[in-house]
């Protein structure tokens, strides 16, 4: 008994030792998460010598401010959408980055470069369809809206971000004209009645795994998607297809939540995780854009042909408006669910 | 005789401090479980109830702005000595923090505020101006929409420490710029009609769990009590389960090639599979199923309790078995109906896992919206209001019942 006694300060040191040894990184889930675990956290726990747990949300702040406000702190990188970290950053939930680790800004995308954050990929909300059910392929959102023409359900993400724009061009609206519409009040009027026109045909989707389970289900005819989740399908072999015309790319970005005990080794792994040869990789595993401009050099032309940065693919898409839905957000989204619960 | 009267004493004290005992045992007994509850219930609630009025961002961050603008009448234009106050707030907000506190909270009001706010606080400090007027046109000139006055109302409604805006807000009412209060604008209300939803699924969830409860209840309570405990965990062992995992079964169940259509098209009673899952039909199925039990056992021991000897009594002066049953059986049944009925639709009112995921969006309860303000909008207070409606709603649901049982005595 007095040994175990002796013992238990260092079981207790060892165990926190254990603690320290451990990094919480926060993704999306699904296809993203697979390939983030190949690309990223297993090189990582090799050369670092941590062990790395990740942890997969659909993009809730609510709990990075739960934490924050707390100061119970057990995440210690988070993957966050441009406009939530733009707002996080503002609003105090994440960490200023130190950028003389990570690197000179100058190597990566313009777009990448964020005071609290770095862009980590590239990735599009596209129109995805089943090729072997639909032999005449849509090829816009107002195709997305033809019900004569694709009699069928489609489902769209249970929020407003993106279907507002979606609708938008589907009612005729250029990709570039979008926001500026959208700024306006009648702008906001034309994109809810655009949507309310299509709602008995819609199912929701609130998971980025599910679209694509539903296309091949059947369940839908077509369906918005993230981009890599159809790649992942496609690569099981499922013969799901996307039209890129009216796609809404964005920069999904890592960001260190607010008091995190293992800040050093947070910044450690983004700044070794962020390298051209890592995003490379991970731009194989999946069709996301890499931020690094060296590790586009790495990639071939069937690789970069599936990226959403591809020059064919972003000829007709749209650049999502983070600063337009970080001042908007709120009150189209209170909106869209007083619209969607009716 | 001076002896006993001692004795009287003696033991009049000993008992009293005895008493006093037992009271300080029982106290002591008791104290874990009382602290427990002050802990994980009340000071919750207590919380939940202040931030649902709690609004200390703007008083906070800019109290200078707020005194200036406390004589303005919301409609001309605000006046300088406001822009003068709000540059020297601006400035005293050391920390990003802050100033995002400030410009979320607005943003809430308004949409447009947060990057007019942040934009603002980034470019100070501005040069310094000669008096109030100059730094009005500084400020206008950094952003035209510093002239219009939706921002300075925003301030000016928001700079108590308390508000009653969320809880107005929760019953589809706002405050306007003028101070009255009006009702929020069509496309922007939902809450009303969440709320008739919420008490609409949970009183035909209650309803049908009544109708299968009783009977149920009533076979039980007139078996022998070996039998009647077997039977009666058949019905608890659905309690046990988790509800996550029940929910998951209903879903397989239910799905369109699920076990339910495949049955009814292979009796041939349907051709197209029916659709039972993501609307009402599968929201109140499976809630159904999860509250049976809180129906079944009070019934049952209400039940338990009844001799049968009154409805024989009645059935041998000549009384009709079913009228017997229906006059003299059901109304002393009606202590358990009520408790049943109250427990089940006071917890289908809270219900959210269930209608969140076998139901459309058009089928999602008030909780759903706690969930959605609390996760999905980071807006603590609506969330904590809708929350507060929804504890109304239950004790007001109690003091009816309270007021019943007390009309009609069989109820307590």
Known sequence: MKRLAALLPLIVIALHAHAEGTLTVVNFGGANSTAQKKA???????????????????????????????????????????????????????????????????????AAVHACGIGIFVWSTVLAYDASRLKDPPKSWADFWDVKRFPGKRALRKNARFNLEFALM??????????????????????????????????????????????????????????????????????????????????????????????????????FAVGPDRQAEFARLISYGPTAHKALTKLDAKTLALL??????????????????????????????????? | MEAVADTMADVRVALRRDARHRTATALILVLPLALFLLLTFLVPIGALLWRAVDNPEIARAVPRTVAALARWDAASPPPDQAYAAFVAD?????????AGMLARRLNTEVGGARSLVMNAWRAQPLPAAVDAAAVRAQLIALDP???????????AKNGARLTPDYLLASVDLKRAADGSIVTMEADRSAFRRILARTFGIAAIVTAIALVLAYPLAWWLSTMA??????????????FWTSILVRVAAW??????????????????????????????????????????????????????????????????????PLAAFLRVYVPQTYAGVAAGSLLVFILAIGYYVTPALLGGPEDQMLS?????????????????????????????????YRRLARMEPALA
């Open chain 1, 40 to 110: 990223y956290y297993e090189p990582f726990e090799k050369s670092a010598g941590v062990k790395i747990l990740p942890v997969e949300y659909n993009g809730e702040q609510a709990k990075v401010k739960a934490m924050v406000e707390t100061g119970k702190v057990t995440w210690d990188v988070v993957e966050a959408e441009s406009a939530d970290l733009d707002r996080g950053c503002d609003e105090g939930l994440y960490e200023q980055l130190d950028w003389s680790r990570i690197g000179p800004k100058s190597d990566f995308l313009p």
């Open chain 1, 170 to 271: 589907a009612d005729g609206v250029k990709p570039a004209e979008v926001y500026k519409v959208l700024a306006t009040k009648d702008g906001v009027e034309r994109a809810f009645r655009k949507l309310a026109e299509l709602r008995p045909h819609l199912q929701w989707w609130e998971a980025g795994a599910q679209p694509p389970q539903f296309l091949v289900a059947g369940d839908v005819v077509m369906a918005s998607a993230y981009n890599g989740r159809i790649d992942a399908a496609q690569r099981e072999g499922r013969n799901l297809a996307i039209a890129w015309a009216g796609g809404i790319y964005d920069l999904d970005y890592w960001a260190i939540p607010k008091g995190t005990p293992n800040r050093d080794l947070a910044t450690r792994y983004i700044a």
């Open chain 1, 308 to 342: 959403p940065s591809a020059p064919a693919n972003v000829k007709d898409a749209l650049k999502f408006d983070f600063r337009f839905w970080s001042d908007h957000g709120e009150a189209m989204e209170k909106r869209f669910n007083a619209w969607v619960t009716q």
């Open chain 2, 90 to 98: 601006l400035q005293a907000l050391r920390e990003q923090t802050d």
């Open chain 2, 145 to 155: 929409r510093w002239e219009e006055p939706w921002i300075w109302q925003a301030i």
């Open chain 2, 225 to 238: 009590p070996r039998r009647a405990n077997v039977l009666l965990i058949v019905v608890l062992v659905p």
């Open chain 2, 251 to 320: 879903i397989v169940l239910l799905q369109s090639g699920g076990l339910v259509n495949q049955a009814l098209r292979g009796i041939g009673l349907i051709d197209q599979p029916l659709a039972l899952l993501f609307n009402r039909t599968g929201v109140v199925i499976a809630m159904v199923h999860i509250l049976l039990p809180f129906m079944v056992l009070p019934l049952y021991s209400v039940m338990k309790s009844i001799p049968r000897d009154y409805v024989r009594a009645a059935v041998s002066l000549g009384s009709h």
């Open chain 2, 368 to 400: 759903y919206s706690v969930a959605q303000y609390a996760n999905v909008h980071l807006d603590w207070g609506m969330a904590c209001a809708l929350g507060s409606v929804l504890l109304a709603a239950t004790l007001v649901l109690y003091a009816i």
